[in-house]
């Protein structure tokens, strides 16, 4: 019932940036918390960022500084800005939100992720 579609991944050089964007669709009554995480080849999946509905948030050690996540609610959509992006950022990067659906069931849903590549 309900889909997050990510974009803006691509390859870009060490210092360069991106945005991301995340947009839900579906049977959506509220989105609490939306954000990112991200997976490298053989590595465990990590915390990017998360932002709640109230604006309030949370960021990986490793991005702390250099990406900023922003959420427009109206279009139940999250971004994130990636600056200085540095090659131990090369991932797949996925999108999650903390939904409400219209049945009233509160579920976590996941994107089907964008490859972020950050090599010279």
């Known amino acids: 019932q309900v889909q997050l579609v990510e974009s803006g991944g691509g390859l870009v050089q060490p210092g360069e940036s991106l945005r991301l964007s995340c947009a839900a669709s579906?049977?959506?009554?509220?989105?609490?918390?939306m954000g990112w995480y991200r997976q490298a080849p053989g590595k465990q999946r990590e915390l990017v960022a998360t932002?709640?509905?109230?604006?309030?948030?949370n960021y990986g050690d490793t991005v702390k500084g250099r990406f900023t996540i922003s959420r427009d609610n109206a279009k139940n959509t999250v971004y994130l800005q990636m600056n200085n992006l540095k090659p131990e950022d090369t991932a797949v990067y996925f999108c999650?939100?903390?939904?409400?659906?219209?049945?009233?069931?509160?579920?976590?849903?996941w994107g089907q992720g964008t490859q972020v590549t950050v090599s010279s």
């Open positions: 932002m709640t509905d109230g604006g309030s948030a």
């Open positions: 999650n939100a903390d939904v409400r659906a219209t049945t009233w069931a509160r579920t976590d849903y």
């Open positions: 579906g049977s959506i009554s509220s989105i609490y918390t």
